[in-house]
């Protein structure tokens, strides 16, 4: 499919109540559904919330799992693709998570991507929580090949990257980023999009968690860098945009930023990371 | 993991140890002069005021006895003064009825049937004339919350709980009773049971409608990530009172935290501050 409809929905969530929030998203879901969205993406940790802390033990759960095959449900019955954030319970340990985006399609569970880049600074204590993914992976969907990052995983241009170079159209990136940080985000999301010449949603979580405010302001931004629909700031909100993959190519051929690579300092920025 | 009586025990004579060299250090460290406890004659005041003692010496510590009319019990005072006696530590008795007098007198919408509101005032007063002890005598508040009741939230917020170190706030109730019969509380103290004495009558285990010994195990569960579930089987208990006793001790996360602060700037207190007591 080279153009559809995807659904940018920025959730409050109840903290710690799955079913609540599922709720919430199914609602959401037959929404987006009544407005053509192909895909509907939800914020990172749309099933738990984002402050969790000792909580996420007995919040996390195996995926595939209860959660997946319920969000496989309602993908098969609204003929919708799905992508959301959940804390991800290991099936060989009882208490290493991830901090996982998950991606449903009407056929069923299609993959899952695992947070790298895990914020243990300032307000954030995820290294304390989840153990680190270790692979971008791109999925390949009814919707084209659809890459996904979390949060600060965009202040880190080669998961982008190596998304785009596996062949990736659209990044999906699902965030809890809380208003502090909104400038960064703001500039950050564009660039991916730019520095790859590929299509990015953005999709933030909204609201109040102990004192953290989150700002939604989701956006799905064109390939040329264009923020092509936004969704409010610090207020639940569903906005639906469109993705035509056609409007890759003349940015491709306009900003050639794939063509100019130069693989040959790559293994320089090896060296030089490890030598830090 | 079995739930049992036995996974409740401690070394009390390493405790002790431990306790007395963490009170003695911080003294030290923050250049006091010693320590101020509440002492109401139960076992956790006495048990942490026989603790200072030992740790800092009998001139280092200084426990107010501060009863008021409506809970006057002889019986805890004499066990107050007792403690007192035994550990060689000066006492001080205030009692502070025209104090509450004046709170209820002066309190607009004051309401002398509803218990909670008001116990609570007596709890706050108490920590008021502490921390008088404690600025014009140099000293540190030592406070004498332990784990169960603390994790129940089963205190006065800014009350009771407020102190500037909290050296009995790791054990559960049960373990404090092994505690306080290794260092010598006289057994009549460990015996009688436990009460806040906020209103007459008022009794803990009645008042959070489960014995120590049984809320102990849940909370050690809890702290172990064991599921309610699993707990209630253990203890062959019904699996609503494990959820009561787990959903109260999440509820009152705000008990034991400073305010709620808002992430507005770059480090806020209370969230990315991250700081020690001693410098």
């Known amino acids: 499919?080279?153009?559809?409809?995807?659904?940018?929905?920025?959730?409050?969530?109840?903290?710690?109540?799955?079913?609540?929030?599922?709720?919430?998203?199914?609602?959401?879901?037959?929404?987006?559904?009544?407005?053509?969205?192909?895909?509907?993406?939800?914020?990172?940790?749309?099933?738990?919330?984002?402050?969790?802390?000792?909580?996420?033990?007995?919040?996390?759960?195996?995926?595939?799992?209860?959660?997946?095959?319920?969000?496989?449900?309602?993908?098969?019955?609204?003929?919708?693709?799905i992508i959301f954030g959940m804390p991800e319970l290991s099936e060989k340990t009882q208490a290493v998570i991830y901090n996982t985006a998950v991606l449903v399609a009407p056929k069923g569970y299609v993959g899952k991507y695992r947070k790298m880049h895990l914020p243990t600074h300032s307000v954030f204590e995820e290294k304390r929580y989840f153990r680190q993914g270790y692979k971008p992976t791109v999925f390949e969907t009814e919707l084209g090949k659809v890459g996904m990052l979390i949060c600060y995983d965009a202040f880190f241009p080669e998961v982008s990257r190596i998304l785009r170079l596996e062949g990736a159209q659209l990044l999906v990136c699902i965030s809890a980023s809380p208003a502090v940080r909104r400038h960064f985000f703001e500039i950050l999301t564009v660039a991916r999009a730019i520095e790859n010449t590929v299509f990015l949603a953005y999709v933030n979580l909204v609201g109040l968690e102990n004192g953290l405010q989150f700002w939604g302001g989701s956006r799905l931004i064109a390939p040329s860098g264009k923020i092509l629909i936004q969704a409010k700031y610090n207020e639940e909100h569903m906005v639906v945009g469109t993705v035509d993959y056609s409007d890759i190519k003349p940015v491709e051929a306009f900003v050639p930023t794939l063509r100019d690579l130069r693989p040959e300092i790559f293994q320089m920025l090896q060296e030089l990371s490890e030598k830090l | 993991m079995e739930l049992t009586p036995e996974i409740l025990k401690i070394n009390p004579a390493a405790t002790a140890e431990r306790i007395k060299m963490f009170i003695k250090d911080m003294v030290k460290k923050t250049e006091t002069n010693g320590v101020v406890l509440g002492i109401s004659g139960g076992i956790d005041s006495s048990t942490v005021a026989a603790l200072s003692t030992l740790s800092l010496g009998s001139e280092k510590v200084i426990g107010l006895i501060l009863p008021e009319d409506e809970t006057y019990n002889e019986t805890d005072i004499r066990h107050a003064k007792r403690v007192a006696e035994k550990f060689r530590f000066k006492t001080v008795e205030i009692t502070i009825t025209p104090v509450l007098e004046a709170y209820y007198k002066t309190i607009p919408i004051f309401d002398s049937v509803e218990k909670i509101s008001r116990g609570n005032i007596k709890a706050r007063a108490r920590m008021i004339y502490l921390y008088y002890y404690a600025n014009k005598l140099n000293l540190l508040v030592c406070g004498s919350s332990d784990k169960s009741e603390t994790m129940m939230g089963y205190f006065t917020k800014w009350g009771d709980v407020a102190a500037d170190i909290a050296p009995l706030m790791d054990l559960y109730k049960t373990q404090v009773r092994q505690l306080a019969k290794y260092i010598g509380v006289p057994d009549e103290i460990i015996a009688k049971p436990s009460s806040p004495n906020l209103w007459r009558g008022q009794l803990a285990e009645k008042e959070l409608g489960i014995k120590y010994e049984t809320l102990d195990l849940i909370l050690y569960g809890l702290e172990r990530f064991m599921s309610t579930k699993e707990i209630a089987k253990q203890l062959q208990l019904n699996k609503q009172l494990v959820e009561k006793i787990k959903k109260r001790w999440l509820r009152m996360e705000h008990k034991r935290q400073m305010p709620l602060s808002l992430k507005l700037t770059y480090r806020t207190v209370g969230k990315d501050f991250r700081l020690y007591h001693t410098q």
């Open chain 1, 1 to 81: 499919m080279k153009r559809f409809n995807i659904a940018l929905t920025q959730m409050t969530c109840t903290r710690a109540n799955k079913e609540a929030n599922i709720q919430k998203m199914e609602k959401y879901i037959q929404k987006a559904k009544a407005e053509n969205a192909s895909l509907i993406v939800f914020p990172e940790l749309a099933l738990t919330g984002y402050t969790l802390r000792d909580q996420i033990y007995e919040l996390a759960e195996t995926i595939p799992g209860p959660t997946v095959m319920t969000m496989e449900k309602i993908a098969k019955r609204e003929n919708i693709h």
